[in-house]
């Protein structure tokens, strides 16, 4: 599940890169919607794995220290990630798709 979790991870990067070369926006929109769906997918297959991993890897002793650390890296990523984007999107689609890991070139007008 972990797997198919990052593989839906995955598939929703590539779609929000894809709707940057869309050249309607009607396209755009609905390849946008589609990375939303797969992305969504992921966080429900692989959320509750990576919990689950997180605990049964902590020695007894520390899992509670073990789940916080879980629980503050989720919640600081959900308070960075908004702003770190906003930044992206305002810089340029394309370095989106660069910081992501693929280096998207701008698409010809």
């Not at 902590?58 to 990523?77: I, T």
């Not at 984007?85 to 910081?99: C, D, E, I, K, Q």
């Amino acid at each position: 599940m972990l797997v198919a979790g990052h593989a839906c991870f995955a598939t929703g990067y590539v779609l929000f890169l894809a709707a940057h070369w869309a050249t309607a926006v009607a396209v755009g929109v609905g390849v946008m919607l589609l990375g939303a769906v797969s992305y969504t997918l992921g966080e429900i297959l692989g959320g509750p794995i990576t919990t689950t991993i997180a605990a049964e890897s902590a020695p007894d002793a520390l899992r509670g220290r073990y789940l916080s650390l879980n629980q503050l890296a989720v919640s600081a990523a959900g308070a960075v990630a908004p702003a770190v984007l906003s930044g992206l999107l305002s810089a340029g689609g394309g370095r989106v798709g660069g910081v992501m890991g693929s280096g998207t070139p701008k698409r010809p007008r």
